[in-house]
Nanobody
């Protein structure tokens, strides 16, 4: 019912910047909380940042001051601006959304994107 397409990943040197985008499409009433998670090789998936429909944000401690999450509600898109990247930021970054959908009644369903690779070289 909801498709998430991430873009913007790539290879960057330490200290550089990248901007990730995640566009949602499909059939839904609204997109509630939107966020980004990441998973490095051999590690569990972890929260990076989230943003509510109203714009309240939450960040994982290691990215505070370097990453900024934002969203465009008119275009159903969430962004992650990543500055001052470090090698330890290397991971697959996943978009995650709580969408209000119709499924034999109105429900909130969680969706994941397929991920985009971010590699930071030292």
């Amino acid at each position: 019912q909801v498709q998430l397409v991430e873009s913007g990943g790539g290879l960057v040197q330490a200290g550089g910047s990248l901007r990730l985008s995640c566009a949602a499409s499909g059939s839904f009433f609204s997109l509630n909380r939107m966020g980004w998670y990441r998973q490095a090789p051999g590690k569990q998936r972890e929260l990076v940042a989230t943003i509510t429909y109203g714009g309240s944000t939450n960040y994982e401690d290691s990215v505070k001051g370097r990453f900024t999450i934002s969203r465009d509600n008119a275009n159903n898109t969430v962004y992650l601006q990543m500055n001052s990247l470090k090698p330890e930021d290397t991971a697959v970054y996943y978009c995650n959304v709580d969408a209000s959908v119709y499924d034999w009644g109105r429900k909130v369903v969680n969706y994941w994107g397929l991920g985009t690779q971010v590699t930071v070289s030292s």
